[in-house]
């Protein structure tokens, strides 16, 4: 007979307290005989009888009245009022200017996994109700702000929660920075008193940084060896976000993470509630190894949709034929495409109604009537003959001042009555937090859908949201409606056609967050093919997100971005660590560069489980100049392992890997030449792989024996 699972939360009603477990960790809160809530513990595994001794440690400590009374670290939700100083996490203005809380607990409600605790303020009808849900090694936290007054109450600032962290004598952070076309740069930096911001001001999560923190204690050696304890919080919000982390110099850290409250003022109307976006904390005791592990465990069950079943070889036509869309060129492409082993074939950007440059069309989503006279539906069909699923690009968020929707509905973008439109990309934003635009999107992609067998949408945006007037009044916060609107959307779009794959793009890695991450099978990573770059982009990349969710690109050499010359190996080898693409113009492919093409397809497909779902590991030990990873399938019975070298110098010829997460009792022969090595050699001696020249570059198949 099996024995139940111990429940993921526990009411310590003795106690008046609340106990969190979940896979590897453990988060505590109370209640004070005051009504305040207290934030105990978030980390390593505790026992009920442990809350006792935490709700015994004075967490006070001296201080001068110069400090934030209560501390940040001490409390589950900092509001503004009182002598808080640090920083809150809410926010608000009553309608007589007051613009403090006083709350305390009112409510509690567990069920199954979930925790409810309702806070209301001691003098104003406003609530604000905590919500606690347990997801395997990962905790999601969201706020319900609910105004059950008679007059408006503004939310100026509204994130998510508040983290609170343990002392310790030295923090590290580590984040994703960047730019376009350089995304997800893994940045690290000692944090000293004071505070770490990053955000997004563009309606987007933009390019600079992802909405993705980690913390540590700054022992690199056992961090990157996977040893140490981390924390890390994302937030699932596809538009302007911020998180910060505030350090006091006694080594307290909070870390607050939500909706930007840059240009926000957010009005709840009498009778109403807002939900935040959910933030996710994650904690894990080995390193930035299994912090990886469980931020990927936890998209792969309850993020991304489709989980659990390999992605498609893909090409796309972009690179290719860029605005010069025709069907002979495109069938030409997808012939060859076909005869490398893609299974699935996107029509980029040009196909649709006087979309000749930048400057037109997007908006009106029908078929280019001299390109394509009868639809896509002809090609689609063709495509589908071919064994291959067919696809193309939208931008169904933005509109050219060149096209019919736009001279039918010139105020459905975002403006300003008496200011200059700005254009980005030769295009406005549509005002997706209008009903009317919502379901005028809805409609005109159900048609578009609805019109030829299209089994997958490239979704695209290429500007910032600016001008943030809906030209309503009464709508709420541009900056909150527009992201809301947008998931109405994608959600309505999926509910009618469920069977139809999404791509998430914005200018490339844009938009990669978890919220669209929720609503898309994969994120294109970033406008930049060139091979090499993208080694660093897709490594930062997958520190917060699953490679089964990482789109990568072969394209021709040079890249049109960086002129580089790679190798076409090289450049299959790096595109093979992710959800493998295509996007070379195949019509000029020589018959040497098909053949060889469509062996690394075929080698891809026979390790694309393992790399996609597998555990990722990132090789340390190496030369400076060699990026090496490898990847040990759920079942352990397959690793594989790539290494890469730009330049190999000072008459090296290889290198020795160390792998990690092998059976040592096991033992492993490469696919290639049947040599055959125990896992505990691999693992404590290495594997030598040879690299040899100017873009090196190997991939080596083990399989277990």
Not at 113 to 130: C, G, K, M, S, W
Not at 263 to 274: E, N, Q, V, Y
Not at 278 to 289: E, M, P, Q
Not at 392 to 399: C, K, Q, R, T
Request: overall charge negative; proline content about 6%; hydrophobic content about 40%.
């Amino acid at each position: 007979m099996r024995v139940a699972d111990p429940p993921s939360i526990l009411h310590l009603r003795d106690l008046n307290s609340f106990l969190l477990r979940g896979d590897g960790f453990a988060y505590t809160l109370a209640v004070t005989p005051d009504g305040d809530l207290r934030h105990l513990h978030w980390g390593g595994p505790i026992e009920p009888a442990d809350v006792g001794v935490l709700l015994t440690d004075d967490a006070r400590e001296f201080g001068s009245n110069t400090w934030s009374s209560p501390r940040a670290h001490t409390e589950e939700l900092v509001a503004h009022g009182g002598r808080r100083l640090d920083e809150s996490a809410l926010k608000v203005e009553f309608a007589d200017g007051v613009r403090a809380l006083d709350l305390a607990v009112e409510s509690s409600a567990v069920s199954g996994d979930e925790l409810t605790i309702r806070l209301a303020d001691r003098h104003y009808p406003f609530a604000a109700e905590l919500h606690y849900r347990v997801r395997g090694g990962a905790l999601e936290r969201w706020t319900t702000l609910v105004n059950d007054g008679e007059t408006p109450v503004v939310l100026d600032r509204a994130y998510s929660a508040s983290w609170g962290l343990p002392s310790q004598p030295r923090w590290v952070a580590t984040w994703l920075a960047g730019a376009y076309a350089a995304e997800t740069q893994v940045t690290r930096r000692p944090l000293g008193p004071g505070r770490l911001v990053l955000e997004s001001r563009r309606g987007i999560p933009g390019h600079a940084a992802q909405p993705w923190l980690a913390l540590d204690a700054g022992d690199d050696a056992r961090a990157a060896d996977g040893a140490g304890a981390v924390w890390s919080v994302a937030l699932a919000w596809s538009g302007s976000w911020r998180l910060t982390a505030e350090l006091a110099n006694d080594g307290r850290l909070h870390v607050t993470a939500g909706v930007n409250d840059f240009d926000l003022r957010h009005p709840l109307p009498p009778g109403r509630s807002w939900t935040t976006p959910v933030t996710v904390g994650v904690y894990a005791a080995a390193g930035h190894d299994e912090l990886t592990d469980r931020w990927h465990a936890y998209e792969r069950a309850h993020v991304v949709p489709r989980s659990g079943t390999v992605r498609p070889v893909l090409y796309n036509s972009w690179e290719a034929t860029f605005f010069d869309v025709r069907p002979d060129s495109q069938l030409e492409l997808a012939r060859r495409a076909a005869a490398l082993g893609a299974e699935l074939f996107v029509v980029d950007d040009g196909w649709f109604a006087g979309r000749d440059d930048e400057s037109t069309g997007v908006g009106d989503w029908t078929p280019d009537r001299t390109a394509f006279p009868d639809g896509l539906k002809p090609l689609a069909d063709e495509v589908h003959a071919l064994g291959m699923r067919f696809g193309v690009w939208v931008e169904p968020e933005a509109v050219s001042p060149d096209s019919d929707l736009f001279r039918a509905h010139p105020d459905w973008i975002y403006q300003w009555p008496t200011r200059p439109r700005t254009l980005a990309r030769q295009t406005h934003l549509l005002a997706l937090s209008r009903p009317d635009v919502r379901a005028h999107v809805v409609e005109a992609l159900d048609a578009l859908l609805s019109s030829a067998p299209i089994d997958a949408l490239k979704w695209d945006l290429n500007r910032p949201l600016t001008e943030a007037s809906s030209g309503l009044e009464d709508a709420g916060s541009v900056w909150v409606g527009h992201v809301e609107g947008l998931y109405e959307v994608l959600d309505r779009v999926r509910e009618l056609h469920p069977d139809v794959w999404i791509e998430s793009c914005a200018s490339g890695g844009g938009r990669a967050d978890l919220g669209v991450l929720s609503r898309a099978e994969w994120v294109w990573p970033s406008d930049n093919t060139d091979a090499l770059e993208r080694l660093a982009i897709q490594h930062g990349y997958a520190y917060a997100h699953s490679p089964h969710t990482m789109m990568a690109w072969v394209t021709d050499s040079p890249t049109y971005l960086t002129k580089r010359e790679i190798p076409l190996r090289f450049r299959f080898h790096s595109a093979m660590t992710g959800l493998l693409g295509i996007g070379g113009n195949l019509a000029a492919w020589s018959d040497a560069d098909l053949a060889a093409g469509a062996e690394y397809v075929a080698q891809y497909k026979r390790i694309r489980a393992t790399v996609q779902y597998g555990a990722m590991r990132r090789l340390s030990g190496a030369p400076d100049d060699v990026t090496a990873v490898a990847y040990v399938a759920p079942s352990g019975d397959q690793v594989a392992v790539f290494a890469f070298a730009p330049s190999v110098r000072q008459l090296r010829r290889t290198v020795l890997l160390r792998l990690r997460g092998l059976d040592p009792a096991a033992v492993y022969a490469d696919a290639a030449s049947g040599t055959r090595h125990s896992g505990a050699l691999l693992m404590h001696h290495g594997l030598r792989v040879p690299l040899i020249g100017d873009y090196a570059s190997e991939l080596i198949v083990l399989d277990r024996i």
